[in-house]
């Protein structure tokens, strides 16, 4: 059983011993050289789906910027950079910002080749830490993708089975409902039911065979929340204002909202543009929270991202794949080396597949990640408090020794020590005990491991420096 | 949900499920169906028959299935919901059949088989009644009950003026083979539902082009136009994009939303907004254009499918009977004729080949035998160098005879292998497919015949004797000479001319005369016995070379004879076999042109259907 620093040093020793041996092997060698330059590298998520599904609404809602270029085709990078620059195919372009989102040109000379890729560099908080990947299909090259779909039926399935990898289980993929405000006709309460909708979804065992989790979002309004603008308020505002009985007629269909003699404060070209930013539930939305007391830009787009499922979308890219970044990378990294050692064949290739595959079985990071995502969907059930321990414990809420053991940054190491032996003991007692569930003693004994693991690590930080 | 008896519903014309007058020829569509069933029957194909009865007998129902299709998530239950302002389809991913009843009920009907008929008659058993006030509920209840992938649909019939003029609405789950499912289903229409924020993408097309070579009357219906902020422009879109795929699709768009809140609130002026009033219009229209126009289309388009299916194969043929090239009986012919002249030829080789055998033989038989018989004399007289006959001639005679009866077997196998070699050989001559020619065992051994007389002793050769008598008077006479040269050379000596020494000379000389008699004597036996021998030995050999020419010489005539036989009864059997092909390659091309000229017939009369059915279409009534 290893943790994630060992996780991620025998990655790289197993990747380096693969670049030796394919050293003479042109392209193996250019893939390993790249799959070695991203292990250091920031996380890569992919946002896929089909078209139309709202990828590059979400990649804007993200990043909070309206960057998505219009009417490109090909896969969109996106990467953290002192200044705006944009490349296509390698050759850098001018980038010119609209009003709907960034417009990039380029001509003839640059679109010839196979691969269409736009990279957009971007000062970014956000992408500091991660890089998004706007394509179709999800990249293989991916640490983590998220999968952005109006609906999860049959077909959508199968494309994240083929996404899956066959190395373990898909602890990087993340769906993404993208339709939710329109759920149900577009009411008002269309994200709940959406979001309830998700929580029962989450739970069939059918979509966790493919996924770490699933959320239902909506990219549009969340978009517009991250970017609203003071006259966007203002209009807003202006129809909250509006007596109930006299705005609701026109907020029926969206012709009736766009009609020229109607909601007079607007006028007319305001409310279309508010339509194509916000959708049409997204307006009665914004309308329902201004009446309700969200009488500032801020406290209104504070309240829409809540809606819209963004903040929640965040929270779990945060706790289930940034604070997860070595683990998904070395994952994203073994799956390109396993692949190639089945492809290329070498008589060097059989040993490192084996110790690839030792690697994965030993790498306790896989299975608590698997576990929390397990305990979140509510798949395996922990009594209440012990769940809450438990979740703690793998590393839901930070994966350093002191979160993980829920204590407070002041406290001393002794009462880290003991917190940690009382929790191998209680866990202990769990899984060897007999009131739990086979299912819920097998989680218990994951774990365990983690505590023990705690424990490990304690003793290394207290080993006298030799 | 609201109470079933009330809810006004919106544009309840004037129907009548009278027969409305109809134009003369109007009901030719039933002709056109009727005569392509039987050629569906005439050209085998009962299942295609059976198809089209099927139909016909829905044709023929006053009621129009109209059948909700999509993807899923496309507003298709909340579609027919607003239609007849019912909460009716639950979505409970069970297909549900919407018709009119004077009071409403609602069953889960089981239906025999996946394939089976929607409209076919089910017992009692397998319709599970169903709550009315929460339908979904139930009806996901009823179906936990039955085994999971059991065929089942919902029937609803509620009490609607719309659903009187006998339309009937089924609602489907979204799915794929939807050809399939409309046909099982009974669809005469078929509306396929298209959110209107989407637009139609490619599999929703691939989808239609299927469906339009069945249905007529294929409407498409964006929904949800409340919600999306652009709809005309993706309602364009779609027009543009079905005619670029050339399906030929009416389409409309609708909100469920906007109906639903209209007549609740009783406001027109939404309903009108809606887009529901046209589509009401629309499937009226339908319902009215069924027995006449709608029955047209569907048969013009059944019959083009189903004709075109029937002219495949009939093509085919037509072609495949075009590429064959020479067909197989002319084939045979030339193959025979082939055989036949093969056949003389083989004639005139095996005739050669025999009688040059023959004379192989003859010279071959002949050298042996003498070569044979020179050894035998050799040895004879190798013997008699030594052998006094007149000793020896006892032991002698056996080993004659013995050698020359051996002598006689040897060339005899002999001859009897040459024999069968050469009919081998004669046999060789003829063609492989000639099958086994060779003569039966017993006309090779006819050479057996003539040697089975032993070969005559010889008798021994008169001897010389040589008596006791003719010894003594011999011995006088040579010892005579000495008695006298002794008998003088001792008078010499003083004594008497017959003394002791003369006697012995004259002994001595007597003797030595004798043995030169008895040597020469014996010489004289030996030379006439080997004289004898050899002639002996001539005799045996004229004998036997007699006997093998005669043998060779019935060989001869046996296997001409055998082969000859042999050779006219292949050539009768070749020559019957011509005449048989002859007869079937003449009969092979009679048929073969009576065939393609009755498959052009055949191809003449599905494409004259076929452009009464296209007329089917362009008539207007």
Same mark, same amino acid.
């Given at each position: 059983m290893i943790d994630d620093e060992e996780l991620e040093q025998r990655t790289y020793r197993l990747l380096n011993d693969a670049a030796h041996v394919y050293r003479a092997v042109p392209p193996a060698a250019a893939l390993l050289r790249s799959t070695l330059d991203g292990l250091a590298g920031p996380l890569r998520i992919a946002v896929a789906g089909p078209p139309g599904s709202g990828k590059s609404t979400l990649v804007n809602a993200l990043i909070g910027e309206e960057l998505a270029p219009v009417g490109l085709p090909g896969e969109v990078v996106y990467r953290d950079g002192t200044e705006p620059r944009a490349w296509w195919q390698d050759t850098e372009i001018p980038l010119i910002r609209t009003a709907t989102g960034l417009r990039l040109t380029p001509d003839a000379r640059h679109t010839a080749g196979t691969g269409e890729r736009a990279v957009i560099a971007w000062p970014s908080r956000v992408l500091r830490r991660t890089e998004l990947i706007d394509a179709r299909l999800p990249a293989a090259d991916a640490d983590a993708i998220l999968y952005v779909t109006p609906q999860l039926g049959e077909p959508e399935l199968r494309t994240l089975r083929a996404a899956r990898g066959r190395l373990a289980p898909p602890v990087h993929i993340m769906v993404v409902l993208s339709r939710a405000d329109a759920t149900g006709g577009g009411r008002i309460d269309a994200l709940l039911t959406a979001r309830q909708l998700a929580r029962r979804r989450r739970r069939e065992p059918r979509t966790a065979m493919v996924c770490q989790d699933l959320s239902a979002v909506s990219p549009l309004i969340a978009a517009a929340a991250r970017t609203l603008g003071d006259d966007e308020f203002a209009a807003i505002a202006a129809l909250a204002a509006l007596p109930k009985d006299e705005a609701e007629p026109h907020l029926l269909s969206t012709d009736r909202f766009t009609a020229a003699d109607a909601l007079r404060p607007v006028d007319a070209q305001r409310r279309v543009r508010l339509l194509q930013r916000f959708g049409l539930g997204g307006i009665r939305l914004a309308l329902t929270l201004v009446r309700t007391g969200s009488d500032t830009p801020a406290a209104l787009a504070e309240r829409l991202q809540e809606h819209s499922g963004l903040k929640e979308l965040q929270a779990a890219i945060a706790s289930l794949f940034t604070a997860r970044r070595p683990v998904l990378r070395a994952r994203s990294a073994l799956t390109t080396l396993d692949r190639l050692l089945r492809t290329h064949r070498n008589p060097a290739a059989g040993n490192l597949l084996g110790q690839l595959e030792l690697l994965v079985a030993d790498a306790h990071e896989l299975r608590e990640l698997r576990l929390l995502s397990a305990l979140r969907s509510g798949r395996v059930t922990l009594p209440r408090e012990d769940a809450a321990d438990a979740g703690r414990l793998l590393g839901g809420a930070g994966t350093s020794v002191g979160e993980r053991l829920g204590m407070s940054p002041d406290a001393t190491a002794a009462q880290t020590w003991a917190a940690a032996r009382a929790a191998g003991e209680r866990w202990r007692a769990l899984a060897h005990g007999r009131t739990l569930t086979p299912a819920a003693r097998r989680a218990a004994e994951t774990v365990l491991a983690s505590c023990d693991l705690i424990v490990n690590r304690l003793d290394r930080l207290a080993a006298p420096i030799p | 949900m609201t109470t079933w008896e009330t809810g006004p519903t919106a544009y309840a014309g004037p129907v009548s499920l009278a027969p409305q007058p109809r134009a003369v020829g109007a009901l030719l569509w039933l002709d056109v169906l009727d005569s392509t069933i039987r050629a569906c029957g005439e050209h085998g194909r009962s299942e295609l028959a059976e198809w089209l009865t099927r139909r016909r007998a829905q044709l023929l129902r006053p009621e129009l299935r109209v059948l909700v299709a999509g993807a899923a998530q496309q507003g298709k239950s909340q579609l027919i919901n607003a239609l007849i302002n019912a909460e009716v389809c639950a979505g409970a991913g069970v297909p549900t059949v919407v018709r009119h009843a004077a009071s409403p009920t609602a069953q889960l009907v089981r239906r025999g088989s996946p394939d089976a008929d929607w409209t076919d008659e089910v017992g009692l058993q397998d319709r599970v009644p169903l709550g009315l006030d929460t339908l979904g509920a139930s009806i996901a209840e009823s179906t936990a009950r039955l085994p999971a992938g059991a065929p089942v649909h919902a029937e609803v019939a509620v009490p609607r003026s719309l659903l009187a003029g006998g339309l009937v609405l089924i609602d489907t789950p979204p799915l794929a083979g939807l050809p399939g499912v409309a046909e099982r289903a009974g669809a005469d229409v078929v509306l396929y539902a298209c959110d209107a924020d989407r637009g139609l993408g490619d599999p929703d097309l691939a989808v239609l082009r299927d469906l339009a070579r069945f249905q007529p009357g294929l409407l498409v219906v964006f929904t949800k136009t409340d919600y999306a902020a652009d709809w005309r422009r993706t309602l364009a879109d779609g027009r543009a994009r079905l005619a670029r795929a050339g399906v030929p699709a009416a389409t409309t768009a609708v909100s469920s939303v906007l109906r639903l809140h209209a007549l609740k609130t009783g406001d027109t002026a939404l309903n009108g907004e809606s887009g529901f009033p046209d589509l009401i219009v629309h499937l009226q229209r339908t319902i009215a254009a069924k027995p006449d126009r709608l029955a047209r289309d569907t048969v013009a388009r059944l019959a083009q499918v189903v004709l075109a299916e029937l002219a495949v194969p009939l093509r085919d043929d037509l072609a495949a009977q075009r590429d064959a090239g020479v067909p197989d009986a002319v084939a045979r012919l030339h193959a025979t004729q082939r055989r036949l002249d093969d056949l003389r030829k083989c004639a005139v080789r095996w005739q050669n080949s025999l009688s040059d055998e023959i004379g192989d033989l003859m010279s071959d038989v002949e050298h042996d035998l003498r070569e044979r018989t020179k050894a035998v004399l050799a040895q004879a007289e190798e013997f008699f160098a030594e052998a006094d006959p007149a000793k020896a001639w006892d032991e002698f005679e056996p080993w004659l005879r013995q050698s020359l009866q051996e002598l006689a077997e040897t060339s005899t196998t002999w001859l009897a292998e040459r024999t069968e070699w050469m009919a081998h050989r004669v046999a !060789?001559?003829? =063609? =492989?497919?000639? !099958?086994e020619v060779l003569p039966p065992p017993a006309l090779a051994s006819a050479v057996d015949d003539g040697v089975d007389e032993q070969v005559p002793g010889l008798d021994a050769p008169p001897v010389a004797r040589f008596s006791p008598g003719q010894k003594l008077f011999i011995g006088l006479r040579g010892s005579y000479g000495g008695v006298v040269m002794f008998g003088l050379v001792t008078s010499l000596a003083g004594m008497s001319l017959i003394n002791p020494i003369s006697i012995g000379g004259g002994a001595i000389f007597g003797g030595k005369t004798i043995r030169d008699e008895s040597k020469s004597l014996l010489k004289k036996r030996q030379a006439e016995a080997k004289a004898m021998v050899a002639r002996h030995i001539d005799d045996v050999f004229v004998r036997l070379n007699k006997e093998a020419r005669d043998s060779v010489r019935r060989v001869q005539r046996a296997l001409r004879d055998h082969f000859t036989a042999v050779t006219e009864d292949l050539q009768e059997i070749v020559m019957d076999s011509l005449r048989n092909a002859k007869v079937a390659a003449d009969q092979d091309v009679a048929a073969r042109e009576q065939h393609s000229r009755r498959i052009q017939e055949e191809l003449a009369a599905l494409a004259r259907l076929h452009s009464e059915a296209l007329a089917l279409t362009g008539v207007r009534a």
């Open positions: - | !060789g001559c003829f =063609p =492989p497919e000639a !099958g």
